[in-house]
Antibody
Framework: QVQLQESGPGLVKPSETLSLTCTVSGGSISRNSDYWGWIRQPPGKGLEWIGT???????YYNPSLKSRVTISVDTSNNQFSLRLSSVTAADTALYFC????????????WGQGTLVTVSS | DIQMTQSPSTLSASIGDRVTITCRAS??????LAWYQQKPGKAPKLLIYKASTLESGVPSRFSGSGSGTEFTLTISSLQPDDFATYYC????????FGQGTKLEIK
């Protein structure tokens, strides 16, 4: 079955760019009906959708983060990536990648998550 | 933006209890709602989608209902493994999650 794994630096300095990659295994990222998303969760708080990408490169972003977010896809390596610019301490969170079961749908499965701390 | 409000924020219950969690949307989302269970330090686990469709492998003591703006997640008889935080998610327009309901042991 499909599995997802996030990777990237666990510590980012304020004002810099956060970069994470999600590697998909057990299935193709180019499967017709599947979309791929990023969701984050600040420590002790709830879940926030960041954005979603289709294998063609079509993206959908949370309007509240849109100005700082770029999501891209690398079909040859079965990966998709997140870049979040101009980070502050408020961007400290557990970042999850997940499969979205068609455009605007539920998320399943999820990666285990990776903690990113913004601090100097 | 569609806002999702869950109630209660915290729920104390005992093994064997029937519990209900409510999720309200700020505007109609038809049946475009999912429920997740999350345990500390873990990723959310999908329980229900399309408001009432049970995900494969999820115990039948979990059920979902509702449409429009009001939805419920019911656990018919609480088991020890069910103590966790539960989130609703609307996917009618982009994605918004509720703030979560923490289910604690009484």
């Amino acid at each position: 079955q499909v599995q997802l794994q996030e990777s990237g630096p666990g510590l980012v300095k304020p004002s810099e760019t956060l970069s994470l990659t999600c590697t998909v295994s057990g299935g193709s990222i180019s499967r017709n009906s599947d979309y791929w998303g990023w969701i984050r969760q600040p420590p002790g708080k709830g879940l926030e959708w960041i954005g979603t990408i289709y294998y063609t490169g079509k993206t959908y972003y949370n309007p509240s983060l849109k100005s700082r977010v770029t999501i891209s896809v690398d079909t040859s390596n079965n990966q998709f990536s997140l870049r979040l610019s101009s980070v502050t301490a408020a961007d400290t969170a557990l970042y999850f990648c997940a499969r979205e079961r068609t455009r605007f749908a539920w998320f399943d499965p999820w990666g285990q998550g990776t903690l990113v701390t913004v601090s100097s | 933006d569609i806002q999702m409000t869950q109630s209660p924020s915290t729920l104390s219950a005992s093994i064997g209890d029937r519990v209900t969690i409510t999720c309200r949307a700020s505007q109609s989302i038809s049946s475009w709602l999912a429920w997740y269970q999350q345990k500390p330090g873990k990723a959310p686990k999908l329980l229900i989608y399309k408001a009432s469709t049970l995900e494969s492998g999820v115990p039948s003591r979990f059920s979902g209902s509702g449409s429009g703006t009001e939805f419920t997640l019911t656990i018919s008889s609480l088991q020890p493994d069910d103590f966790a935080t539960y989130y609703c998610q609307q996917y009618n327009s982009y994605h918004t999650f509720g703030q979560g309901t923490k289910l604690e042991i009484k």
